[in-house]
């Protein structure tokens, strides 16, 4: 059972302008929605992160919106960069429980130069 | 430098043969967890620890063994039962009481 879908599957942005992915969870025990990006080859790392008390997070050009009562949060990437190129995982986890991070299926991102 | 080292890079396994990965952490993390990652999907969970010498099937434990005798090491068996073991496998770690999850760098695992 899919708990965290994501969308779009991939994304072509050119450069300079906004990547915007979303996600959508079902389990409301969720209480932390980080945001893994993953180069060819590598590790996912962390990107940045969110607590559902807040709507908002920015962190230089990479903003989470986050819905609570929709159960949905988005990460937006302004100015994309050709460095920005990568594959996007969101993911949601609960403090109650360290069995897993629940992983969207990824976005697989490409921004034209 | 504190991190994760998963070894080998590459794995090129024959069929019916066992392999082990490797996953080491000097973050001094309670939980560790290992992840397998085919072409164009997510993450899914194979085995998770949360305690030295105690471990919890994932999604897709079937095919696979772990130990975790030690708090920094927790490798991976891929027995000859994984019916389609390549893959990219990618380990982790992570404080119980903390949210953070550190990836290593992973392991391209190809039946040969």
């Known amino acids: 059972q899919q708990q965290v879908k994501q969308s779009p599957q991939s994304l072509i942005v050119q450069k300079g302008g906004i990547s915007i992915i979303n996600c959508a969870y079902e389990?409301?025990?969720?209480?932390?929605f980080p945001w893994y990006q993953q180069f060819p080859g590598k590790g996912p790392a962390l990107l940045i992160a969110i607590r559902p008390d807040v709507s908002e997070k920015k962190e230089g050009r990479f903003t989470i919106s986050f819905n609570k009562s929709a159960k949905q949060f988005s990460l937006h990437i302004m100015d994309s960069q050709p460095g920005d190129s990568a594959t996007y995982f969101c993911?949601?986890?609960?403090?109650?429980?360290?069995?897993?991070?629940?992983f969207g299926s990824g976005t697989q991102l490409t921004v034209l130069p | 430098d504190g991190g994760i080292t998963q070894s080998p890079k590459y794995l090129f396994r024959k069929e019916g043969q066992n392999v082990t990965l490797s996953c080491e952490q000097n973050?001094?993390?309670?939980?560790m967890y290992w992840y397998r990652q085919d072409p164009g999907q997510g993450l899914r969970l194979i085995y998770y620890?949360?305690?030295?010498?105690?471990?919890q099937k994932g999604d897709i434990a079937e095919g696979y063994s772990v130990s975790r005798e030690k708090k920094e090491s927790f490798p991976l068996t891929v027995t000859s039962a994984q019916k389609n073991p390549t893959a990219f496998y990618l380990c982790a770690s992570k404080m119980t009481v903390n949210t953070e999850a550190f990836f290593g760098q992973g392991t391209r695992l190809t039946v040969v």
């Open positions: 620890s949360q305690i030295v010498n105690d471990f």
């Open positions: 973050l001094n993390h309670d939980a």
């Open positions: 993911a949601a986890f609960s403090s109650g429980s360290a069995r897993q991070l629940t």
């Open positions: 389990n409301t025990a969720f209480d932390y």
